[in-house]
């Protein structure tokens, strides 16, 4: 079992940057591969950004490369996303999920279904 919390949301106006943080308990968090996902009012829960156990593998959202950035420090149980050039159309509600997934691959470690944990969510508002 693990427990996951997210932090570092807050309102930032269209340009700037913010780095939101997914803290991991419970359980090492290098037994996991993690992803990042954003809800938005009236919309389903969608993929942004996903990496493997070791870091040495990410996926994002073609909505979001080049901006955001997702890494991992296995030793302070983190897992990161760095989203610079922030755009109105990014304000949702992010979430972090944990996934022991074996074949953490392609298109697979975009569906919210092979994540077993969730975080709370934190809330990201672009100004325009």
């Known amino acids: 079992q693990v427990q996951l919390a997210e932090s570092g949301g807050g309102l930032v106006q269209a340009g700037g940057s913010l780095r939101l943080s997914c803290q991991t308990s419970?359980?090492?968090?290098?037994?996991?591969?993690m992803g990042w996902f954003r809800q938005a009012p009236g919309k389903e829960r969608e993929f942004v950004a996903a990496?493997?156990?070791?870091?040495?593998?990410?996926d994002y959202v073609d909505s979001v490369k080049g901006r955001f950035t997702i890494s991992r420090d296995n030793a302070k149980n983190t897992v990161y996303l760095q989203m610079n050039s922030l755009k109105p159309e990014d304000t949702a509600v992010y979430y972090c999920?944990?996934?022991?997934?074996?074949?953490?691959?392609?298109?697979?470690?975009?569906?919210?279904?092979?994540?077993?944990?969730w975080g709370q969510g934190t809330q990201v508002t672009v100004s325009s």
């Open positions: 999920a944990a996934s022991t997934y074996t074949y953490f691959t392609g298109i697979r470690r975009r569906d919210r279904s092979i994540y077993n944990y």
């Open positions: 990496i493997n156990w070791s870091g040495g593998t990410t």
């Open positions: 419970g359980r090492t968090a290098s037994n996991y591969h």
